[in-house]
């Protein structure tokens, strides 16, 4: 640990090393970027993702936010780490989620200032060589989500299930929260920092698809500029997916509460709205 208290989202965890080189000046006019890779099973993965990403990117920092995964990812990440001075690892007690484990990354990230905070998934799903293309749309953004649907982008060997349920995921999530996103659950993104300090991530308590909902509603009644970048999305090759009935069905009902939240206060404004008008008249 570098003796500093832990920002929320880090809980008990423990940092491997702190340490960043002198002289780095980052990705040009975004600054320092930090991938962050949460990790829980992922030991026939997390060297694979690393490396790619060392080699797309080599300005990036590389955040390993493993939780306590029982199959020897930590120590693994560890390794990394000990041999590459851009890696960090940070140990979470347990499986507690990928919106936790974002958060943390998040806090960990702005207490170290960071510019910009990439999301990635460990599977290999979001390829690195796509972040690039990211990074260069950072520029002039203060969200870039790599998209799975819009013009440009492949999606590779994914069941017609998982098709379907994302498309009309992100249509619902579209219409009810009137966000002009083609892929506001895609979980590839990148965050400048000044975003991330304006939103109110204290509220955020969402996992899965609606964590990745959430930010982006937050993001978008904050007024950020979000650009959507196509990436190639493939379906993961070696290890078991996250996804389950009960991550859907969480985007489901969350969208739905928000979306009943957003048109109450519509309509109280609009009500206070016509009221103030009334007092005025003639």
């Known amino acids: 640990m570098d003796g500093r208290p832990a920002a929320r989202g880090e809980g008990a965890a423990v940092v491997h090393r702190t340490d960043i080189r002198p002289g780095v000046t980052g990705v040009p006019d975004v600054g320092r970027v930090l991938v962050v890779i949460p990790t829980y099973n992922e ?9 790619r990403v060392r080699e797309a990117a080599p300005q990036v920092e590389i955040l390993v936010a493993d939780d306590n ?36 990354g998040f806090a960990w990230a702005r207490r170290r200032g960071f510019d910009a905070v990439v999301e990635m998934d460990a599977d290999g799903s979001h390829a690195p060589e796509d972040l690039p293309a990211l990074l260069l749309a950072a520029r002039d953004a203060d969200v870039v989500i790599g998209s799975r649907w819009t ?11 998982r098709l379907l349920l994302s498309r009309c ?41 609606s964590f990745q909902v959430e930010l982006s509603r937050l993001a978008h009644r904050a007024g950020a500029r979000i650009v959507e970048v196509p990436i190639t999305f493939a379906e993961r090759e070696r290890g078991a997916s996250k996804m389950s009935p009960l991550i859907v ?15 109450r206060t519509a ?12 007092a005025r008249w003639p």
Do not use: F
Request: hydrophobic fraction near 45%.
């Open 169 to 209: 995921g992100n249509m619902y999530a579209r219409l009810a929260l009137g966000m002009p996103l083609a892929d506001a659950t895609g979980g590839y993104r990148v965050y400048r920092a000044g975003v991330l300090d304006a939103l109110d991530l204290e509220s955020v308590c969402s996992q899965g698809y």
């Open 249 to 263: 069905a969480e985007a489901l009902w969350r969208i739905t509460g928000w979306a009943v939240s957003d048109r």
């Open 43 to 51: 030991a026939d993965n997390v060297a694979a993702i690393v490396r």
């Open 151 to 161: 013009r440009g982008a492949r999606v590779v060997n994914w069941p017609w299930r």
């Open 267 to 278: 309509v109280r404004r609009g009500l206070r709205a016509a009221t103030a008008g009334q």
């Open 69 to 104: 995964s029982p199959d020897g990812t930590g120590e693994i990440a560890e390794g990394i780490a000990h041999a590459d001075q851009r890696v960090h690892v940070l140990h979470r007690e347990g499986k507690q989620g990928l919106g936790a484990a974002y958060l943390a």
